[in-house]
């Protein structure tokens, strides 16, 4: 399999980006250019719910929300197992028989679809390719998609992680703040104040880092559990 000369142009932007909808972005254009299809697709996977997230067009868009009335399809499928499947005639396709006759319908009859691989058999999205034309991906296809997959993978974990860090210290400051006026503003040691953010955000069912957030906005806690504590 000889690698398109673009490829590693698309490497490069893929993993200088520090942008999940950029990285998206990258990884829609590279398919469009790496490879022969007419549409294409990425689903991710968010907590528990498997979204759309990027499409070339409205064609693209209407067969992902097929897959959804259907709860099948082959980009469902590479989701769930971190596998890539091809389809070379929906017209004719036994597999995913439903979405594939809606989809062949709307003249799309090539389809590949390949897992965004996250843990060991499992993945964290899909791209989707399609095509007007029967079998129209062949298995260099199959392996310039299934390596920009890999690498789109990579490049969203980074992301994630960073981003997961990067929320972490916002939060720690963000309380610590809260507290620092508390303790200021209703003559508080440390540890009454750390619990009295604790005890409105349980009572209230909120997070602690948006209790701290309305704190450090407000200098106050909403009545009436601003506690009359004396020291």
């Known amino acids: 399999m000889a690698m398109h000369p673009d490829f590693g142009e698309f490497l490069a932007q893929l993993h200088q980006t520090a942008d999940e909808d950029r990285t998206i972005d990258v990884t829609l254009r590279a398919i469009h250019s790496l490879i022969h299809c007419d549409h294409v697709g990425i689903m991710l996977v968010d907590g528990r719910e498997v ?28 989701i769930s197992g971190d596998q890539t499947f091809r389809i070379d005639d929906t017209a004719v396709e036994s597999r995913w028989s439903a979405w594939c006759r809606d989809t062949a319908a709307l003249g799309l009859h090539s389809v590949l679809s390949v897992g965004i691989p996250g843990g060991p058999g499992d993945a964290v999205g899909s791209l ?14 199959r392996a310039i998609a299934q390596v920009i997959g890999r690498h789109t993978a990579l490049a969203l974990s980074w992301i994630r992680r960073e981003s997961a ?22 003559d508080l040691d440390a540890d009454q104040a750390i619990a009295v953010l604790a005890s409105y955000a349980g ?24 506690p009359p504590l004396s020291r």
Not at 59 to 75: F, I, K, N, T, Y
Not at 203 to 225: M, Y
Request: glycine share 6%.
């Open 203 to 226: 009572h209230h069912g909120f997070k602690l880092r948006d209790v701290a957030t309305g704190v450090i906005a407000t200098r106050e806690l909403p009545p009436p559990l601003v």
């Open 165 to 186: 860090a990067t929320q972490a210290i916002d939060t720690r400051t963000r309380i610590g703040q809260a507290q620092g006026i508390l303790m200021t503003v209703h």
């Open 51 to 78: 979204t759309s997230v990027a499409t070339t067009d409205a064609l693209v868009s209407e067969a992902d929300r097929l897959q959804m009335v259907h709860d099948d399809g082959p980009c469902l499928s590479a």
């Open 128 to 141: 989707n390719l399609y095509a007007t034309r029967r079998s129209a991906f062949d298995d260099d296809d």
